[in-house]
């Protein structure tokens, strides 16, 4: 039976997924992770965002991989003392996004899951990973767990992902034209695509 115009996608990996290799141009292992975007939640020096610090990883399965780092300030908290759920979450997008652009670019999130194990109290720090576990078609799938305090901690959380790949045309259509003019992208560019 065809799945429901409106079902999510499935988060399995198809049986004709390959592993992608990483990009030529994307930095090598070991090498740091500039932020994307100098306004993003997720990676930039912004005082309510995430601050997450990546760097390319190793994969012992030899596919592509990020590490990231976050420390977990008062102001990210849900219950009192511990990190709110929801900011895992958001981690765990922003670190599966910053794998899959290792691999190709634009993409978008299709599908996120994320099983919470335990709690992350404030004041801790939290080490994600990431990994691109297969792609097939314009889909990308994707892995990651947190640790607590070390990169071998406790397993705080798990997630996986269904990354997209999308034309330019995508956020001319959708962002703001102020966001994308303070980007370079003329007034003409915009009103063409919407058009």
Known sequence: MPASPTASPSLELPADATLPERHPNAPGVGERIPPHSEVCFGCADVPHGLRLEFRVAEDAAGGVAVSARMV?????????????GGL????FDEVLGSVVALVTR??????LETDFRRPMPIG??????G???GRAGRKLYVSGSAHLDAEDGPVVGTAKALFLKVGMEHFLRNSRPEDLEALGVSAEQIRAARS
């Open 72 to 84: 977990l300030r008062a102001d990210q908290q849900g219950a009192p003392g511990l990190l709110h």
């Open 124 to 129: 801790s720090t939290l080490w994600l990973r």
């Open 106 to 111: 634009p993409c978008v999130t299709a599908r």
């Open 88 to 91: 895992l979450t958001a981690a």
């Open 131 to 133: 990994r691109v576990d």
